[in-house]
């Protein structure tokens, strides 16, 4: 059975549609890929076993009556970020603030899945409250990185990124406010896309920042995340920010493209993502990258976004003044934990908060705090919103004028050592340098593996394209991989 997990979906699913081995199987055999390295790597918090085998079970009677017309993911197991709410199954985003919280309903992605076919297998860990770019700031304690026990795995879904390089789950579903998807993919060698700002509905996902939060997913190909992507997406009347677009099939599109579809493809190459205190090996990585393409047929030029370098500060401006809003409100009286260990109202307040959040969470509240308090606003808040608009235009621009994807490095290094960054905050806000900006201008972001560094770890690189333009990154990425052939399944297979 350990040979179910190295599989891809398209494999999964012709070898469920030809019998050669069952839904229940297919669950069972990543449900023991789980058990047997769960302890190990901590990347899941929840493992839903007795309720992915019963999902299992009614895929097999889907399958047998409608065999190739089921739903693309029938039978398919994949994890969920504990961000995500999950009816009937504790939701705890990580934090002991939501200990024992069992949401009513799931969130549209995760019904999505559910309308798929797919079985959902568990909730997987991350930073706490997704505030974090390491996954060392989780209640449940450090995910680690299956290439090296001793490094992170990038966050803040890097329990979800995990799940999926080291074969517990063939897709999963994460968030990305400043890179939390494409991080991680980068320091894990597999595939992650934050789609573009409205294309996938965010209801029922626990809000962080919420004019940023987006959710996408891990695959270990970019067929795998072609589909997953495609399932999610649509216009949700439960969320107001969600778009009313088409929907194209990514899937359909990556098979069917061609190397031709590059020829004459811009390429562009912003100056400012290559810095001083980059490692050397993740430079040298990406730079031959670009070699990569244009042997493909793709034009590459050099561009500016020269507002870049305030966009790590707009944006540790931005964020932290929506989560002090938006954690407003677990407060020990409607759900979750609430201290025991108080006299009056206010404290029974101030001792839930205390002991509910941890540390990162309590200093991202403050920030957040201070810079929407008055004398501050305009200062800092407003000025901040006025920097993310020089931001989105510096992308438009580039788009309108020089280029057709623009290509960076997703981290300016490798996976580092856990323990490393956890006495300097500002040290750990650098790693999400080059993905923030996407962030805040809203635009689709997909991390590739495009190699190791000298200890062995993965390098990513970073595909970005207009708003929608979800269909061109697949394409590029898929000709980029069938030419590099990295081997996502690495950690599957050990």
Same mark, same amino acid.
């Given at each position: 059975m350990e040979r179910l997990i190295s599989l891809s979906v398209s494999? *999964?699913?012709?070898?469920?549609?030809?019998k050669d081995f069952s839904a229940v199987e297919l669950t069972q055999a990543h449900l023991q890929r789980i058990r047997k390295t769960n302890e190990e790597f901590n990347s899941f918090i929840s493992i839903c076993e007795d309720a992915a085998l019963a999902q299992a079970a009614a895929a097999e009677t889907v399958l047998a009556a409608e065999q190739g017309a089921s739903p693309a993911l029938t039978g398919i197991p994949v994890a969920i970020k504990d961000l995500l709410l999950t009816k009937g199954i504790e939701t705890t985003c990580a934090s002991k603030i939501l200990t024992g919280f069992i949401p009513p309903y799931d969130c549209t992605a995760?019904?999505?899945?559910?309308?798929?076919?797919a079985v959902i297998i568990g909730k997987t860990n991350l930073d706490e409250f997704a505030m974090g770019s390491s996954n060392e700031y989780s209640a449940y304690g450090p995910v680690r990185n299956p290439w090296n026990k001793s490094c992170v795995p990038g966050g803040s879904s890097g329990g979800s990124a995990v799940a999926v390089c %080291?074969?517990?789950s063939p897709l999963s579903l994460g968030t990305d406010t400043g890179g939390s998807i494409r991080q =991680?993919?980068? %320091?894990?060698?597999?595939?992650? *896309?934050? =789609?573009?700002y409205g294309r996938v509905s965010r209801y029922g996902a626990v809000a962080y920042a919420s004019s940023l939060d987006q959710i996408g997913g891990f695959a270990r190909s970019i067929e795998d995340l072609a589909l997953l992507i495609r399932t999610i997406s649509g216009k949700d009347p439960n969320d107001s920010t969600s778009m009313e677009v088409d929907v194209p099939d990514y899937l359909a599109e990556v098979r069917t493209a061609s190397k031709t579809q590059l020829q004459g493809l811009r390429i562009g190459v912003p100056k400012e993502y290559f810095i001083p205190g980059m490692q050397e090996e993740v430079e040298k990585s990406c730079l031959a990258?670009?070699?990569?393409?244009r042997h493909l047929g793709a034009e590459i030029v050099e561009i500016s976004l020269p507002h870049t370098e305030y966009a790590l500060a707009a944006y540790y401006i931005i964020t932290p003044a929506e989560a002090s809003s938006n954690l407003a409100r677990y407060d020990g009286v409607r759900y979750g934990f609430r201290s025991q260990d108080h006299d009056s109202l206010a404290e029974m307040f101030e001792r839930t908060r205390a002991q509910g959040f941890g540390a990162e969470v309590k200093r991202r509240i403050m920030i957040g705090s201070y810079v929407l308090s008055a004398g501050y606003y305009d200062? &800092? &808040?407003?000025?901040?919103q006025q920097v993310r608009t020089l931001i989105i235009n510096d992308f438009k621009q580039a788009f309108a004028n020089h280029c057709d994807v623009i290509l960076t490095p997703v981290s300016p290094t490798t996976a580092f050592k856990i323990g490393e960054k956890a006495d300097s905050p500002l040290t750990m806000y650098l790693a999400d340098i080059f993905t923030v900006p996407i962030n805040l201008a809203g635009l689709p972001?997909?991390?590739? =593996?495009?190699g190791l560094d000298s200890a062995g770890l993965p390098v990513g690189i970073q595909l970005v394209g207009p708003p929608f333009a979800e269909p061109r990154l697949f394409i590029a990425a898929a000709a980029f991989a069938r030419e590099v052939a990295f081997d996502s399944r690495k950690m599957a297979l050990s």
């Open positions: 494999e *999964m699913r012709n070898g469920l549609l030809q995760v019904a999505k899945l559910k309308e798929a076919g %080291l074969g517990q =991680p993919a980068s %320091l894990t060698g597999v595939c992650g *896309m934050k =789609p573009t990258s670009l070699d990569v393409f200062a &800092y &808040y407003l000025k901040a972001g997909l991390s590739l =593996p495009c």
